[in-house]
């Protein structure tokens, strides 16, 4: 299976800046490493932000679409390694949204972000996953997810306020940008301490082989 490629990740970028108008632009750093194609640095997220679960020896640093099918193939892949190791890794997820591919991604990354200013960006994130086949191609997506939130008993009011908000908006237009630092072409792009995975090689037994290397 191939995993998705955008027609242009600069595209991606810029219809992402217009739908949420909050895009966050970093500084000289940010577009001198874009010049010089040098990875971005890990940053250090404060213990609350919700799509860091761990503060482990190892950091994974994924870039998915939610309605990517390949992402989704991959996902029990990533759950289990998660599951396996622990606080000996630090699993970081990184919205990126393929708007000119599917529709409904963007709107996917708003609602596992507003679930997470709840304190449950995880479940969220699986359900999400793990229901990809239901809700890709249906009409009414946002009562979907509404409903995973009533699921999760979030306060769905304020689910569905933070979803349209600048804050969620800002969140995933960061990891855009980040994603874009990167030179990521599509999804899943994972890496691990910074140094990419090819997408042939995300299963378990390779990432675990991965990993030890780093703890031993």
Known sequence: MKRYLPFAI??????AALTTGALIYQSEKAEQLQAS???LPTPSFDPKEPRDNSRGIVTIEEFGDYQCPPCGSVH????SIKAE?????RFIFHHFPLIQLHQHAFLASQAAVAAGFQGRFWEMHDLIYRNQSSWSNASDVGSIFIGY???LGLDTGRFINDMAGAQANAIIGSDLQRGQAYGVKGTPTVFIDGREIEFKNITIDNLRNEINKKLN
């Open 10 to 15: 600069i595209a991606v970028v810029l219809i």
């Open 37 to 39: 194609k040098t990875p």
């Open 76 to 79: 029990p892949v990533l759950k």
């Open 85 to 89: 190791y622990g606080d000996r890794i």
């Open 149 to 151: 939130a009533r699921q």
